[in-house]
């Protein structure tokens, strides 16, 4: 394999392993704080132990996926020098909003959340988590400015063979970021509430404790699925229509569009291949479109099954197929993700640098090297993270420590 193409490997790898940790914690945040909500509103003991168990979930993906950020951005800034060099001072802009949002306001009055339980007046408390969720989305909007900017890239200006920004505002406007901001917000909800719906169905089928607690959160988890998989689809076909001509031409395989939007781009810019893979274009988005069939009908016809009392109670195979439905939106959101990336190739930042030229001045084996590094960081990550979450999902509300009431001490009396 050829560095450039080990290069694009391993950052398609962090990115997509990230990007896994990022789905889940924007879907989480958003449930732990509605059901917070109702909590502090009516004072029901049960939706208290729903945020309670639900949130010590989020927490360990939350920071598990605070890990494998530090680490993508780190390989960022080793493997793609190139792409900093060329167009750092536009999208490095969003990167440092993006930055600040994440690891200085985010995860602050996360920290504020988790050690105020019991400590803080119930509406501060709550307060507390509405600006953590507030704040992911904030997170994910700035990423995706980024990414459009190097999907269509706009208000900018090029200088001595650099890019330097010129209008902000366009940056932020970029339908090509707008799109997608929407796409994966609607897709962070499904990640969460097929992932509330999975684990309670665990619990019911094995008849665990707190049975009103889990039936309570199946049915929240299959009421934000099933509306959030048509969210998520009307933003996915905005999506298509502010696709690149190349991309376009990809997805739908016809010779004569192939060969017209090559023509296309060896005009404007020389000699050269610049139609991106087609094959993994296409299987990319197909894989995605039959995905989202089968949550959106499962969801529907789950959201049927979920009104009947006893169906909810006592259908087994319903509750083992809502958990095996537990990684689908997982798998979805990747293929998303690949057939975004790749329909820009073989460009870094669309129609001005190639992926090629973005890379660092790196040896083969120092590429092989960094590969196999990063490449073994990111499995042992997603197996720890795996691992807590399972071993926290299966242990149930009866484990949870967040938001304990500290036992008292008894007094220390001196002796003299």
Do not use: C
Request: proline share 4%; glycine share 10%; net charge neutral.
């Amino acid at each position: 394999m050829e560095t450039v193409d080990l290069a694009r490997l391993q950052f398609a790898l962090t990115a997509g392993a990230h990007f896994l940790f990022v789905a889940l914690t924007l879907g989480l945040a958003t449930l732990v704080a509605v059901v917070q909500t109702w909590a502090t509103i009516t004072g029901n003991p049960v939706h208290l132990r729903m945020t309670r168990f639900w949130g010590q979930l989020y927490i360990i993906n939350y920071a598990m996926g605070i890990v494998t950020g530090l680490v993508m951005e780190f390989q960022l800034g080793l493997t793609w020098s190139g792409l900093t060099e060329f167009a750092g001072d536009v999208f490095g802009a969003s990167l440092a909003i993006e930055t600040l949002v994440a690891f200085f306001i985010e995860s602050t009055f996360l920290g504020l959340w988790i050690f105020g339980w019991n400590k803080l007046n119930r509406w501060a408390h709550l307060s507390l988590i509405w600006i953590v969720t507030l704040t992911a989305y904030a997170s994910a909007f700035w990423i995706l400015i980024s990414n459009g900017f190097l999907q269509n890239p706009v208000g900018y200006a090029l200088e001595g063979g650099r890019m330097r920004l010129t209008d902000f505002g366009a940056m932020v406007a970029n339908p090509a970021a707008q799109v997608a901001f929407g796409h994966v917000l609607g897709g962070g909800l499904v990640v969460g509430g097929f992932f509330l719906a999975g684990v309670s169905a665990y619990h019911l089928r094995k008849r665990t404790a707190e049975q009103d607690l889990f039936r309570k959160s199946l049915r929240i988890g299959i009421a934000v699925a099933l509306p959030a998989t048509l969210f998520t689809a009307t933003f996915g076909g905005l999506g298509f229509e502010t696709m690149q001509p190349t991309k376009a031409a990809a997805w739908s395989g016809a010779p004569e569009q192939l060969a017209e939007a090559q023509a296309q781009m060896v005009a404007a810019h020389g000699p050269g291949d610049y139609l991106p893979p087609v094959g993994l274009v296409q299987g990319s988005g197909m894989t995605m479109m039959i995905l989202f069939a089968v949550m959106f009908f499962f969801a529907m016809a789950s959201f049927v099954l979920m009104l009947i009392r006893p169906v909810v109670r006592g259908f087994r195979l319903w509750h083992w197929l809502l958990t095996a439905m537990i990684p689908v939106p997982f798998i979805t959101m990747i293929a998303g993700w690949v057939f975004r990336e790749m329909g820009r190739q073989p460009w870094a930042v669309y129609g001005l640098l190639k992926t090629e030229d973005a890379m660092s001045p790196l040896t083969h084996t120092q590429m092989v090297f960094s590969f196999s590094a990063f490449s073994a960081v990111f499995a042992v990550l997603v197996a720890i993270n795996y691992w807590l979450l399972a071993r926290q999902a299966r242990r149930g509300p009866g484990a949870v420590a967040l938001g304990d009431r500290p036992i008292d001490a008894p007094a220390l009396v001196p002796t003299f």
